[in-house]
């Protein structure tokens, strides 16, 4: 079977963290973090603020925090990265980020994106807790689980019941690793909560 880890951000002194997506209509942000299609085209206006709570983290990164967990907010060179790949089903969303005074700091940065949801994670082996609200989606879990028999699966996707996350099938994840982005981290399954 073949391995699985999550994209994650992993905080960097210093690297700015943003507020939440601005520009857009509040269901294009659900929709991101769902894994759901976004109409073309994507707003043009989309862009995220510098979070006042952190106002001596100034430097852009290749990959920063958001106040929305799901949303993978990524640089130039890792959109590059992941658009040479030609991924299927994987789109780079463009967005503007604002420094604390509300000039424009990147026109470069880009939400990472992909409708592909795979039914790969056993609920009850996970542990599953799920969502008061929305009883589909996992709220939390012991350990996540993958199915067995699911090869082959894509380099990128998200998963039902925990479509928040973005996964990568280990070849893609080996090569993200590798490339030495700051602020990108790739998680174990084991590792995820």
């Known amino acids: 079977m073949t391995d699985i880890f999550a994209w994650e951000c992993s905080p960097v002194r210093g690297v700015a963290s943003f507020t939440t997506l601005k520009g857009v209509d509040g ?11 976004i109409e073309d085209p994507f707003p043009t206006g989309a862009f ?8 001596r983290d100034v430097k852009l990164s290749d990959q920063h925090l ?3 967990g799901g949303m993978v907010l990524i640089g130039p060179a890792p959109a590059e990265f992941i658009r040479s790949r030609e991924l299927p089903n994987v789109r780079l969303l463009p967005v503007s980020l604002h420094d604390h ?17 795979i039914d790969c994670i056993d609920p009850q082996a996970s542990g599953a807790m799920w969502n008061a ?10 350990e996540l689980v993958l199915q067995p028999d699911l ?10 019941h925990v479509e928040h996350l973005i996964f990568l099938r280990e070849d893609l994840a080996s090569a993200l690793g ?14 995820v909560h």
Do not use: N, Y
């Open 27 to 37: 269901q294009v942000a659900i929709d991101i973090i769902r894994g759901r299609a």
């Open 48 to 55: 995220f603020e510098m979070d006042a709570d952190f106002r």
């Open 66 to 68: 958001t106040g929305e």
């Open 101 to 117: 005074k509300g000039r424009i700091a990147s026109e470069h940065h880009h939400l990472l994106h992909t409708t592909t949801i």
């Open 133 to 142: 609200i929305d009883p589909s989606l996992m709220a939390g879990w012991s």
């Open 151 to 160: 090869d082959p699966l894509p380099p990128l996707f998200r998963a039902k």
């Open 178 to 191: 590798s490339a030495g982005f700051e602020g990108t981290c790739v998680l174990d399954l084991d590792e």
